[in-house]
């Protein structure tokens, strides 16, 4: 029997942090007095249901204790998905998290980030559509950027995608999908080697739909002309797996090629020996280079001037 994921050790062993529970949010506090810059960390979803809660996995601590390490307060709120309705709630909590972050008297209200893993990554579009001014960055890692096949209807909200083209939402979403499991699909990954990891290859993804599997991604967009205000979007920090999984693959480059295309600030970390999952998985000097790579670019826009 192999260790499972959320037992799995963290790439980094950074100098544990101070932790606070506030009910379903944790917070990882660095040391010295003074208003430090602020990052939410979304875990991925949905999880596997026997997994333990995600605040407690040695990967998200390890990620809390980084950035406190470098003098950011990190909130990890407890996330929980089981059907595409459930996305709503996360949402909520993610930005409840947030304003957490900014009324607390060690944050500086103004220099916040958000920092994606996994599945996780369906939650960006709101982020990217209409950014509040005190959103200097986003990080993604390994993100799911688009519903799996076979997944139930997901609300247009949480395709990113359609982010980069669609003004903010103005009310309610148009249609409500039935409650429903999600078929299984967990996103988070069991370390059981290569071949049960769904034998991903380096191989380049192809980004139109019969490639992608249905993930409603059009790659005939990536021509379109920029908006005007694209200027007001947060850089966009991705960090790529090269090994990733070959339904996850597609998403993240049709995003990225529509990113590129219109001019949206992007950074790009490529993990090219990397899987999804690396930054527990892949005990490698490359590994441990993306993480500190992401977190300081992270951190560079959340103090910049």
Do not use: K
């Given at each position: ?6 037992e799995s050790p963290f790439v980094l062993d950074p100098r544990p942090a101070a932790v606070e529970r506030h009910g379903d949010v ?112 986003v990080a993604a890692t390994y993100p799911l950027l688009a519903p799996l096949p076979g997944w139930p209807p997901v609300d247009p ?149």
């Amino acid at each position: 029997m192999g260790t499972s994921f959320w037992e799995s050790p963290f790439v980094l062993d950074p100098r544990p942090a101070a932790v606070e529970r506030h009910g379903d949010v944790d917070l990882h506090v660095p040391a010295g007095d003074g208003r430090h810059p602020a990052v939410v960390i979304v875990h991925g979803v949905p999880g596997p249901p026997e997994a333990p809660d995600a605040r407690d996995w040695p990967l998200y601590r390890g990620y809390g204790a980084l950035l406190a390490e470098a003098g950011v307060l990190a909130a990890i709120p407890r996330l929980t998905v089981a059907s595409p309705d459930d996305l709503y709630t996360v949402a909520a909590r993610v930005a409840a998290a947030a304003e957490l972050l900014r009324a607390d008297p060690r944050v500086d209200p103004d220099r916040l980030g958000l920092w994606f893993f996994s599945g996780a990554g369906l939650l960006l579009g709101d982020w990217l559509r209409d950014p509040p001014v005190w959103l200097r960055g986003v990080a993604a890692t390994y993100p799911l950027l688009a519903p799996l096949p076979g997944w139930p209807p997901v609300d247009p909200r949480f395709r990113p995608i359609d982010a980069l083209d669609l003004p903010a939402p103005t009310g309610d979403a148009t249609a409500t999908p039935a409650r429903a499991d999600f078929g299984g699909a967990d996103i988070e990954p069991v370390p059981t080697g290569d071949a049960a990891s769904g034998g991903t290859g380096t191989g380049s993804a192809r980004t139109d739909d019969a490639a992608s599997g249905g993930t409603g991604i059009d790659p005939a967009r990536t021509g379109e002309a920029a908006r005007p205000d694209e200027a007001a979007r947060p850089t966009l920090v991705l960090t790529r797996a090269g090994r990733e999984r070959p339904e996850v693959a597609p998403t993240i480059e049709a995003f990225t090629a529509v990113a590129r295309r219109r001019g949206i600030p992007l950074h790009v970390v490529d993990v090219p020996n990397g899987q999804h999952g690396f930054d527990a998985l892949d005990h490698t000097e490359e590994s441990r280079t993306a993480v500190r790579t992401a977190r300081d670019t992270l951190l560079n826009l959340l103090t910049a001037p």
